[in-house]
């Protein structure tokens, strides 16, 4: 298994290939792809590459796929026997990211794209295969 810790928003992520990540606001459009290059540590079939910061020549292709707001957090701020109460809301402003392709050193460990040697599946024959061996 292939994965990568990344920098984004001051916070950092343990990102894998073909999920998707909430990230603070990107000043990016939906279907954008992009590139982070803020990656601290890739870890590719056990074999370990750590950045002091940052790992040289290893990037992360993600897609945009929306803008959203989080879930409402409340802040309730109270001092007892002043009659001193403070509530106030928060939303924070998230970017819903699909993380496509790690690579190191200018090749992609893992890409999310369909390989050429892969052959399309027929759903309608394997069924009717299925029900054959069933029979």
Do not use: C, W
């Amino acid at each position: 298994m292939t994965y990568a810790i990344i920098e984004t928003g001051g916070k950092q992520l343990r990102v894998e290939v073909g999920r998707f990540y909430d990230v603070d606001r990107l000043p990016l459009e939906e279907n954008e792809e992009f590139t982070l290059e803020q990656v601290l540590f890739v870890d590719h079939d056990g074999e370990a590459s750590i950045g002091q910061p940052l790992v040289e020549g290893a990037t992360v292709e993600a897609t945009v796929l929306r803008h959203f707001r989080g879930r409402k957090i409340i802040v309730y701020k109270m001092q007892p026997k002043k009659k001193t109460r403070k509530k106030q809301g928060h939303r924070q402003e998230l970017t819903r990211v699909m993380v496509n392709a790690i690579s190191l050193g200018g090749s992609a460990l893992v890409s999310d794209q369909p390989s050429a040697e892969a052959a399309p599946v027929n759903v309608a024959s394997t069924e009717v295969a299925a029900a054959e061996t069933e029979d």
